[in-house]
Every structure is written in structure tokens, then in C-alpha cells.
């Protein structure tokens, strides 16, 4: 019923963790974590990692050539990104003039336009000016990591 983690090298102490457990039917049951609290810190770091990479949440960010406004998105995202924010955060950029099979599929009037699946989070303004489509763009990754799967 329960996985080991196995004994590493700094720790020789193996502790039962939680992890999902497909049971015959193939859905999924969750196994008790037990002495918990005899993890090491470095355990514990590991498997928070693991489970930050599994909840990463991806946005589709359409761009079109030439485009100032998607510039300065990217050199926005570049700024946001660098600083070690938003590191659950994937970004698909998609050029809308070399796949018009999928930008299709979405409802935007002007680019750059940010999608977290079909729920359009951002889609930029002409005039808008930098400061603001920072501060916007900032508030639509902040929502993103508060919605759940």
C-alpha cells in the first residue's frame, strides 16, 4: 500500500511518503505520510519540487510578427521571469500568421493576447503604455497561480 522513499546518502533514514497509488480500476488513492516530521529538510525540498513541476500551469501567448506590442510583452515576461517569480508558469508563444489553425480557435482582437487554456487572461491595448501593460500582465500570471487545475 505504501512507497518508500529510498535511503539516500545524507539521510539513512527511509520514511514512508505520500504518493498516489493507482489501486485496479486505475484511479488513484493516496498513501498516509508517516513520521513526517523524521524527513530530513532535503526530503522534503525534493518533494515539493516534484510536486511544484507536476501543478505547472501553462499560458498560450498569441504573437504576431513585427508587432511592437509583442515586444514589449516579451521584454516584460523576460523582466517578470528573471527575477525567479513565476516559476510554475510555462509560456507557449504561437505566431499567429505560421499557425492559423490554432489562433483561429480563439476569440482576440489584438496581440499579444494571453490564454490559461480557453479563458482569455490579457490581450494587449494600441496606446497602452508599457507601465500599464506591465502591471497587467504581472496582475494576469498572479491570477493564474491562484486558479486551481
Known amino acids: 500500500m505504501f512507497s518508500r522513499l529510498s535511503a ?5 533514514n527511509p ?3 505520500a504518493v498516489p497509488l493507482p489501486n485496479a480500476r ?3 488513492r493516496t ?3 508517516i513520521a513526517m516530521s523524521a524527513m530530513s529538510k532535503k526530503q522534503i525540498k525534493k518533494i515539493k519540487i516534484k510536486e511544484k513541476k507536476k501543478a505547472m500551469k501553462e499560458l498560450t501567448v498569441f504573437v ?3 508587432c511592437p506590442y509583442c515586444a514589449q510583452a516579451r ?3 523576460d ?3 528573471s527575477d525567479g517569480g513565476y516559476s510554475d508558469i510555462k509560456l507557449t508563444f504561437i505566431d499567429e500568421t505560421e499557425h492559423p ?3 483561429d480557435k480563439y476569440d482576440y482582437n489584438a496581440c499579444p493576447s494571453i490564454y490559461y487554456g480557453d479563458k482569455k487572461i490579457y490581450e494587449a491595448k494600441p496606446l497602452r503604455p508599457e507601465s500599464k501593460a506591465e502591471k497587467m500582465i504581472k496582475q494576469a500570471l498572479d491570477s493564474v497561480e491562484q486558479m486551481e487545475e
Open 15 to 17: 520514511v514512508r511518503a
Open 64 to 66: 504576431y510578427p513585427g
Open 75 to 77: 521584454k516584460i515576461f
Open 101 to 103: 489553425e490554432i489562433s
Open 8 to 12: 539516500t546518502e545524507e539521510d539513512t
Open 31 to 33: 498513501a498516509l505520510v
Open 26 to 28: 486505475g484511479t488513484a
Open 79 to 81: 523582466k517578470l521571469f
